[in-house]
Structures are given as C-alpha cells and as structure tokens.
C-alpha cells in the first residue's frame, strides 16, 4: 500500500507560481513511477507531469512544458510540482498518483491522493 498526502495548492494570479508536494509512504513507494494528474471542471483528467523511480526520466502535458517541473526527495519521500507562470486554464483538482509504470503511463495510476486545489485567476 502507498499513501499519498498532497498539499499546497491556493489560488494565485495569472503570472504567479505555486509548488505542490506530495508527502508518500509506503514500502514500495521507492521503485514506482509517480506523477501528477488533474481535472477540471466538466474536463476530463489529464497527466500533468510523470516522473520514473530513482530519478529517472520526467514527461510533461505539452501545455505545461516548460513552465511545470516535476522532482522528487527519496530521502523526504516527497514528490513536487513547481508551477511556474500559472494561467487560469491550469486551474483544476490537482492529484498525486504513483504505481508501476505502465499503469501511471497509461493514466491508470494505482494509488491516488485526495487532491489539492490550483485555482488561477486572470
């Protein structure tokens, strides 16, 4: 079992920047893919940005590329979403997920956080 605490998410402007971290445990934690995921409002859930184990290679939704980076601490066990120059069509229920890596690439992670709000205004 893997448990997975997300936090930091608010509301900010257009232009501003906000970090997600997402707190896990569990003692398989270590060799899975993680990623973060969203969904907004009458959207359907897309990967945000995905992260192999033991810092391992990242992919990004082209939508966010190059202003999201996603990096993990094996000695925190926490993972982060650094969310830079935010528009408010990042504004969505972002989740943590981790499990092997073909279900977290697939968009069918095993294990799930229970979200945290990004809401930006314009």
């Known amino acids: 079992q893997v448990q997975l605490v997300e936090s930091g998410g608010g509301s900010v402007q257009a232009g501003g920047s906000l970090r997600l971290s997402c707190a896990a445990s569990g003692s398989t934690y270590s060799s899975y893919c993680m990623g973060w995921f969203r969904q907004a409002p009458g959207k359907e859930r897309e990967a945000v940005a995905r992260?192999?184990?033991?810092?391992?290679?990242?992919d990004y939704a082209s939508s966010v590329k190059g202003r999201f980076t996603i990096s993990q601490d094996n000695v925190k066990n926490t993972l982060y979403l650094q969310m830079n120059s935010l528009m408010p069509e990042d504004t969505a229920m972002y989740y943590c997920?981790?499990?092997?890596?073909?279900?977290?690439?697939?968009?069918?992670?095993?294990?799930w956080g229970q979200g945290t709000q990004v809401t930006v205004s314009s």
């Open positions: 992260i192999r184990p033991r810092g391992g290679t990242t």
């Open positions: 997920a981790a499990g092997i890596c073909s279900g977290v690439m697939a968009g069918i992670p095993k294990y």
